[in-house]
């Protein structure tokens, strides 16, 4: 560890936007897999509609992916 304390990390993170962009992404993630299950689609379906690759697609669920 680099000797910051875990309040010296936050603030970091909340003076970079760092939070608000995972929070977006989780946001992202949260509205998809909504939409999936509305629809009643699998990550593989919803893969090939987007022209994407399923793990792509996981990725995306897991918050993982830069959008």
Do not use: C, H, Y
Not at 30 to 56: D, F, H
């Amino acid at each position: 560890m680099n000797g910051n304390t875990f309040k010296q990390l936050i603030a970091g993170a909340l003076a970079s936007g760092e939070l608000d962009v995972e929070g977006a992404k989780v946001d992202f993630a949260v509205g998809l897999a909504r939409v999936m299950e509305t629809r009643k689609i699998n990550k593989a379906q919803l893969a090939q509609v987007l022209g994407v690759s399923k793990p792509l697609v996981t990725r995306i669920l897991r918050g993982d992916a830069n959008l």
